[in-house]
């Protein structure tokens, strides 16, 4: 399968995460992409290196505001007084306009930097510095070329993308994502051609950055399989079964939910009910959400999947017979990640289903 990739997608360096109010090391590392560059080259997948490709594809998943603060974030931040004054170099949000402040009141946007990143950082662990913004663009180019390969008639191609994606929303950024590299593939197909697209998201967190982008949409279905949020997990708030999608996008949502601890046969067989939704719903292609948090040494996610368990999961949304688009999110064990692509990758690629 070809695997596009960018080498500017290393030029993200986010240092830290802060959670709950403590700057801890940041998992969501560029050593991830030598990780699985170095995992799928040995496997004999053929490196394709990205394109740049205009913004007219990312200009209809993300709002014009946040796309100009991301771009001009790092710079604002370098030209205020952060560094010198309590050693930061990274955007960090200090507050979060929520409606719980704007209380209905008329409101302007924050004009010191600090501030309005609280806008659009909907988390204090997705920071943005030098760097940030190339990468995250430079991932979007990794999806749009391997868009390009499935509609020139590839049968699956793999973007290795980083940083990851689908926690971002139409004007949100999150979860240690930006833009959304699997939505903007799968506008992609539709602009290409494709009628119906259905997104299958294998990330153990549920993407809401995806699943809000086409909630009232008809045109792309999206499903997902990750840790149950009611057990307390990232994105906490969304993810639960019962939300299904509204007005034209009726039906065309669908979450599985998964308790802490689930190992491979129940995971699966989610992913099998999801394959089966979006061939039934009259997909003509598709793209996967590729996270390999899901396994069971990341320290990100209670689930328990092994890399067997990967190998199966691309085999079964290989057997769709849809063109894919697979779309790397997270997996953040840097000594299995490559190898758990490199399965997933295997699976889908041959297509044979080994037993769970
Ligand atoms: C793309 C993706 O997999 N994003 C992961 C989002 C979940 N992050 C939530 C992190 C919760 C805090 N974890 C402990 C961090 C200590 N450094
Ligand atoms: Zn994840």
Do not use: K
């Amino acid at each position: 399968m070809p695997v596009v990739w960018s080498p500017m997608t290393r030029a993200h360096d986010p240092q830290n995460e802060v959670w709950v109010g403590v700057a801890t090391i940041g998992t969501e590392v560029a050593a991830r992409v030598d990780a699985i560059l170095s995992a799928v080259t040995e496997s004999g997948h053929p490196l394709t290196e990205a394109t740049a490709h205009p913004d007219d594809v990312l200009a209809r998943v993300h709002e014009q505001s946040m796309l100009t603060f991301l771009a001009e974030a790092a710079e604002r931040w370098r030209q205020g007084p952060y560094v010198d004054l309590v050693g930061q170099s990274r955007v960090v949000p200090y507050l979060f306009p929520t409606p719980a402040m704007t209380a209905g009141l008329p409101t302007r946007p924050a004009v010191a930097v600090h501030a309005e990143a609280g806008t659009y950082a909907y988390d204090t662990m997705t920071l943005v510095g030098d760097g940030t913004w190339e990468a995250a663009r430079a991932a979007v180019d990794c999806a749009l070329t391997a868009a390009d390969l499935v509609l020139a008639g590839e049968r699956a191609a793999y973007a290795l993308c980083r940083p990851p994606g689908h926690h971002a929303t139409p004007a949100g950024f999150g979860g240690s994502c930006y833009l959304n590299n699997a939505a903007v593939a799968a506008e992609a197909l539709r602009v290409g051609g494709h009628d119906r697209v259905g997104i299958i998201d294998i990330d153990a967190h549920q993407g809401n950055g995806t699943a809000a982008i086409f909630y009232d949409r008809g045109d792309v279905l999206y499903g997902s399989v990750h840790v149950d949020p009611a057990a307390g997990w990232f994105p906490h708030i969304v993810g639960y079964a019962d939300e299904t999608g509204t007005g034209d996008g009726a039906d065309c949502t669908r979450n599985r939910p998964l308790p802490e601890g689930t190992a491979d046969e129940s995971w699966l067989e989610a992913i099998g009910d999801l394959a089966d939704w979006v061939v039934a719903a009259g997909c003509s292609a598709l793209v996967v959400s590729l996270g390999v948090d899901a396994a069971v040494d990341d320290p990100e996610s209670p689930l328990m999947i092994t890399g067997d368990g990967y190998r199966a999961a691309g085999s079964i949304l290989s057997a769709t017979g849809l063109p894919a688009v697979v779309v790397q999110e997270g997996g953040y064990h840097l000594p299995s990640l490559g190898s758990l692509v490199a399965a997933y990758l295997h699976g889908h690629a041959t297509g044979v289903v080994s037993a769970p």
